[in-house]
């Protein structure tokens, strides 16, 4: 009998037990940034939606594509190369096009901050500017480009440190690309949105803007006359998409606008 009650006893959980397991529960993340949320919470579900097609009208898109890629291939190899002639480089594509799933839904996967600043070929110092800018509107520090190859044009020489960049992943991601799109692009005045035909093809999109939109971030108005020069920058998004209207609908969806195409006047008629 007393050995019945021991073993039950035994199987009470003490204090220290569940002090423990409370302790090495993994709890949820405290704060997520807006637009994180609002891609898994509602974007990634409708691409899923308007990008899905039926198995059958998938395979066929995917026959075209691997027969219109082979094509390509052997036109570049069949040929011989002609000294006299300049051939274009075959643009490298992501293989394949993928079914619309909710596990393969396109997303956002990394963000190049570019800043180029011609005037670090007099004087190196005027790159210190623009990697205190880039930390300042990006909150990751900078990294020093070198001119890869001589340009007897520009007075360059190999080695030379002409640009910088800082690679955003994450939530640093997010919290830049929020900033861009709810409070700089909209106090642009001449900025409507990216041309429908942007993009290199791998669903990536480059936006470029002049000396003036660096003074539009929040934390930058503050600190706008601590430095002694301002130049534009790029904003390079990578995402996953294979092809460009699926990064546009991301982007779109994410609130980047994009800028249709007008009709001529020819084409315009009243009622």
């Known amino acids: ?5 021991a073993r039950r006893l035994s199987t009470v959980p003490t204090v220290s037990s569940v002090a423990r397991r409370a302790f090495t529960a993994s709890a949820a993340p405290a704060y997520q940034p807006r637009l994180s949320l609002h891609y898994h919470n509602t974007v990634r579900d409708d691409l899923t939606i308007l990008e899905y097609l039926p198995p059958k009208v998938h395979e066929q898109q ?21 000294p006299d002639k300049k051939h274009k480089k075959v643009r490298q594509r992501k293989p394949g096009v993928p079914a619309a799933r909710a596990h ?47 340009a007897a044009t520009w007075k360059l ?9 800082a690679e955003l992943t994450g939530d640093q991601m997010y919290e830049f ?17 990216l041309r429908m035909d942007a993009g ?5 999109f480059t936006l470029g803007f002049d000396s003036s939109a660096i003074g539009l971030f929040p934390e930058m108005e503050i600190v706008y006359d601590q430095f002694p020069l301002i130049t534009g920058f790029s904003v390079n998004i990578k995402t996953t998409a294979t092809r460009n209207p699926s990064g546009r609908l991301l982007l779109s969806g994410l609130g ?12 315009s008629f009243e009622l």
């Open 1 to 5: 009998m007393f050995g019945a009650a």
């Open 62 to 82: 995917q026959a075209v594509e691997e027969a219109r890629m082979q094509a390509v291939r052997e036109k570049v190899t069949g040929t011989p190369p002609n």
């Open 104 to 150: 393969n839904a396109p997303y956002v996967e990394g963000i190049t901050v570019h800043i180029r600043c011609r005037e670090a070929l007099n004087n190196k110092h005027h790159l210190l500017s623009a990697l205190m800018a880039l930390q300042v509107i990006t909150g990751v520090r900078g990294e020093v480009i070198k001119a890869k190859n001589d």
């Open 157 to 165: 020489r190999k080695g030379m440190p002409i640009a910088a960049k």
């Open 177 to 193: 690309l929020d900033k861009l799109i709810e409070v700089v692009l909209p106090r642009m005045k001449e900025y409507h949105g």
């Open 200 to 204: 290199d093809g791998n669903g990536s």
């Open 256 to 267: 980047l606008p994009f800028l249709h195409a007008r009709k001529p006047e020819s084409e």
